[in-house]
């Protein structure tokens, strides 16, 4: 049981070191936006616009946790476990956040969402919400 206690105390000091260093945050911030911007460019590609929309929801987010994977990965000052294993969360929750961002956005100006969207006309939210 001292193990798990020991464990968790060590991944809440290399939590803190990461949000203490401006060199991890970076990594982490990076990793989201190139994650964010690789995915958006990726989107509008003709061949992935063919696709079944679950098809291209799964493609974009694969190629989401890729690019924050491998971003954090390389910019992550810490040995290789807490790297790997920051490099997978961000990798998986860069669809999530940039989803969660992207509808508090046309929540609040709506006007922003035929500009943006990769599917003008088609509303992605619900306005009631």
């Not at 911007?37 to 616009?49: D, H, M, R, S």
Request: net charge neutral.
């Amino acid at each position: 049981m001292n193990e798990y206690i020991d464990l968790i105390e060590h991944a809440m000091h290399v939590l803190n070191d990461f949000l203490s260093t401006p060199t991890g945050l970076r990594a982490l911030v990076f990793g989201l936006v190139l994650s964010w911007l690789g995915t958006q460019l990726i989107k509008f590609a003709p061949t992935i616009q063919q696709l079944a929309d679950r098809d291209n929801r799964l493609g974009v987010r694969a190629i989401a946790f890729a690019i924050g994977f491998i971003t954090v990965l390389a910019l992550w000052p810490a040995p290789w476990a807490p790297r790997i294993g920051l490099a997978c969360i961000v990798g998986l929750a860069s669809p999530l956040i940039y989803k969660v961002l992207v509808l508090g956005a046309y929540h609040f100006a709506p006007w922003l969402e035929p500009k943006l969207s990769g599917k003008p006309g088609e509303p992605t939210h619900d306005p009631e919400l």
